[in-house]
């Protein structure tokens, strides 16, 4: 059959169409996220660390929620934390806001060339984090910089890869915010998304092959669960039951692309567990203390060789992808705003407030301390240069650590590359 | 000394490297209790358990994923990817992850693994496992890529890549397994008992990655060959009566330029066969780096043999391979000037 002859149709069948997702809701809408059913906090039934993985599948298409309305941690999901953690993570959040708007606004400054901010998404990472142990082993992908910062990470550090100046550790490799560290248990991002997820769980494999106690835990976005890497990291990790966390960032939107565009209109991330056979969570990553109560379960759950957790964690993605990016072509600019689920650092403060915890004048002191904690890092990093100075020195070490040792092949491109340099 | 084929070398090289180190790990598809559709990691979960040799899903993508998991935890994956054919799906992380770690860490985190895949065709393989796709992983930087033909030299060579601290992709060529293979295919299979490199010492040795072989001195012509073509070019100077050097390159990278440009600048003229598809393939960089290094003592072009620009068609796969007639006519062409 060629394309210019198409088969006649035949007349009893109906002709077929071809189902293109569509956001709800494009520039000049007015956002209305009425139809996200929000549950109550508190209503999500907690299941024993040691239920069979069907018992958390009801779990998939709600929601836990810890903080209610009034801002009390209510319900079978609260992990009680302590005020000193709380404002622990809350510090963290602020810094990592800070730390975001600083690095942003030094990108359109001139100073490198891409940052990502994970506005909206603060309470992911750092909760996570400070519910897993120092040693566990993350898998990230790119808005996950509150796990450094709750690991006490040196800014300054931070700061010195994303200008890839003197102080980057990975010599002007990597493209910013793509950090790696060893020592922290940050896992070298990748800009081939999907790719880690399934490495988080070879991870947790090894530690299980091993007899390790630490876990793993891999993070990916929505938008990538559409890789085949993410089918494999489930598969692996329920074939072998790996000790290992499996976090999905659902803030609703990939660059341009919504999430139906991965397939969220037919069911929620977290229902991908059922198709498995392993635990899954669907949880509000805009609560702090419901995304630390979900991780810990999680976590408790991993160690004891009970095996995976698919976690989706509800958010929005308050800004654009990237300072690549601008979001108002293609959704509502005050999305952000109507989101149901409010914003991660506003609900742990108000909830600290209302606990007796905190208040306004000690919250806006923390909000100054971090921005100058920022600032006093950005200056001492820039001391050791910023982007637009680098990839002139030391051409040669740009030939270095493809192999252990430099083969000829690559030493001769390295004289060829010294000589163009002279 | 034990007479081995290239299997029972290749196995033995499993039991010896993961004998000396707890922390290599096996899996693949079929490779557990079954021990391999092509028998390589028999015995190993027996004598390993199944903790380091085990079966993995139909997921190439996995296997690879999962072993950088492990090697950045320490382990060293020494893993199966049943046909070269099938290992596509496992490509991104070869390249993307695999290969770049090492760099894109500054040296933090290091991926000393192997994947082990058979390739090339004879077997009536049909397209999707007859594939010689090794020109796909010599273009990429990280890698280290490892062809074998003697079952001394596959477990030399499969100890020397486990034991390095790169990512090493080593292709089995499938069709030499059981019997070196001239290229007749009408003629009766000789077994390996009867070719000198069967004889295999017991326990540890290494094959150096990087170093080619002078497999027949000579002064007319060099051949340059790896995997199941450097039998086929040994018979077809032979039947030419040629006095051809050839050189097994053993290692594609990193590459033995040395003993290539010796060998060039002595005899004057070279050919290069390769299984794999012309356009593109791994005898074409062969081919420039000759012409580059070698051009003022050069009397005729270097000459190409390679398989077909088409996919590995089935029931064709005779007219397909480059046998002795192809080998023949550009044997002639190349000593002809």
Avoid at chain 1, 119 to 147: K, N
Avoid at chain 1, 299 to 312: D, K, V, Y
Avoid at chain 1, 314 to 335: K, L, V, W
Wanted: charged content about 25%; some cysteine; overall charge negative.
């Amino acid at each position: 059959m060629s394309d210019k002859d198409p088969a006649p149709l035949k007349p009893n069948r109906p002709k077929l169409a071809l189902h293109v997702p569509e956001p709800p809701f494009r520039p000049g809408d007015k956002p209305d996220f009425s139809r996200i059913d929000v549950p109550a906090a508190g209503a999500a039934q907690r299941p024993d660390v040691a239920a069979s993985a069907t018992e958390t599948h009801p779990l998939t298409t709600s929601l836990v929620r810890v903080l209610d309305e009034d801002n009390r941690a209510v319900g079978p999901w609260d992990p009680k934390l302590d005020a000193e953690t709380l404002r622990k993570m809350l510090r963290d959040m602020v810094t990592v806001r800070a730390f975001d708007d600083r690095m942003y606004r030094s990108q359109r400054q001139g100073k490198t060339s891409f940052y990502m901010k994970c506005t909206g998404e603060e309470a992911i990472a750092v909760s996570a984090q400070t519910a897993l142990d120092r040693d566990d082993m993350h898998f990230p992908t790119y808005r996950q910089q509150g796990l450094l910062v709750a690991r006490g990470y040196p800014l300054v550090d931070m700061m010195n890869q994303i200008y890839s100046n003197k102080g980057d550790k990975l010599q002007g490799r990597q493209l910013p915010i793509m950090y790696s560290d060893k020592a922290y248990g940050f896992f070298s991002i990748s800009g081939n998304l999907g790719t880690q997820f399934p490495q988080a769980v070879g991870w947790a494999m090894a530690a299980a092959i091993k007899g390790d106690s630490r876990i793993a835990m891999g993070w990916i976005g929505d938008g990538a669960t559409a890789e085949g890497d993410f089918h494999s990291a489930l598969t692996f990790a329920a074939v072998y039951n790996a000790p290992v966390i499996l976090a999905t960032v659902n803030n609703q939107w990939a660059i341009s692309s919504f999430s139906g565009i991965a397939g969220a209109e037919r069911a929620t991330f977290a229902q991908r567990a059922v198709g498995y056979g392993i635990a899954g969570l669907r949880v509000d990553g805009n609560d702090a203390l419901a995304v630390y109560a979900a991780v810990r379960w999680a976590s408790e759950r991993a160690r004891t060789n009970q095996g995976p957790t698919l976690i989706e964690f509800f958010t929005y993605r308050a800004e654009g992808h990237s300072t690549s990016d601008d979001p108002s072509g293609y959704r509502p600019t005050d999305e952000a705003k109507a989101w149901p689920l409010g914003d991660p650092i506003e609900r742990l403060k108000a909830h600290l407030v209302t606990t007796g915890e905190w208040d306004d004048e000690r919250h806006d002191e923390l909000i100054k301390e971090a921005d100058a904690n920022v600032r006093a890092a950005q200056k001492e990093s820039e001391k050791l240069g910023i982007l637009p100075q680098q990839g002139k020195d030391n051409i040669g070490s740009m030939f270095e650590d493809v192999y252990a040792e430099v083969p000829w092949h690559i030493a001769e491109q390295r004289e060829q590359a010294l000589d163009e340099s002279r | 000394m034990p007479v081995m084929n290239m299997i029972q070398s290749l196995n033995d090289a499993h039991k010896v490297l993961m004998r000396r180190d707890e922390d290599i790990v096996v899996f693949g598809e079929d490779i557990g209790f079954f021990g391999g559709v092509f028998r390589v990691t028999e015995g190993l979960q027996k004598e390993f358990g199944k903790q380091r040799a085990f079966d993995a899903p139909i997921s190439e993508n996995g296997i690879v994923a999962t072993a950088v998991g492990m090697a950045a935890y320490g382990l060293k994956p020494l893993i199966e990817i049943q046909f070269a054919d099938y290992i596509y799906p496992g490509y991104d992380q070869i390249v993307s992850e695999v290969a770049k770690m090492r760099y894109r860490t500054a040296g933090e985190w290091t991926m000393p693994m192997v994947i082990r895949t058979p390739y090339g065709g004879g077997i009536f393989g049909g397209q999707t496992h007859s594939q010689s796709p090794e020109s796909l992983f010599t273009h990429i930087a990280g890698l280290k890529v490892v062809v074998p033909s003697t079952p001394y030299d596959a477990k030399g060579l499969l100890i020397a890549a486990v034991e390095d601290p790169d990512p090493v992709i080593f292709f089995e060529p499938k069709r030499i397994y059981n019997g070196p293979f001239d290229g007749h295919h009408d003629r009766p299979v000789t077994p390996w008992a009867k070719h000198p490199a069967s004889e295999v010492p017991e326990g540890h040795y290494t094959v150096p990655l990087g170093k080619a072989a002078v497999v027949r001195e000579g002064s007319e012509l060099t051949v340059l060959a790896y995997g199941t073509m450097v039998h086929v070019a040994l018979a077809a100077v032979n039947e030419q009566g040629i006095d051809a050097e050839v050189i097994d390159l053993r290692t594609l990278v990193p590459l033995d330029i040395e003993a290539i440009e010796k060998s060039v600048e002595k005899t004057g003229r070279c050919l290069i066969a390769q299984e794999a598809p012309r356009t593109s393939g791994f005898a074409a960089e062969l081919s420039a780096l000759v012409q580059e290094r070698c051009f003022y003592h050069l009397e005729a072009p270097v000459e190409r043999v390679t398989g077909w620009d088409t996919p590995y068609p089935h029931s064709y796969e005779w007219a397909y391979f480059p046998g002795p007639k192809r080998m023949k006519r550009a044997l002639e062409k190349v000593m002809a000037d």
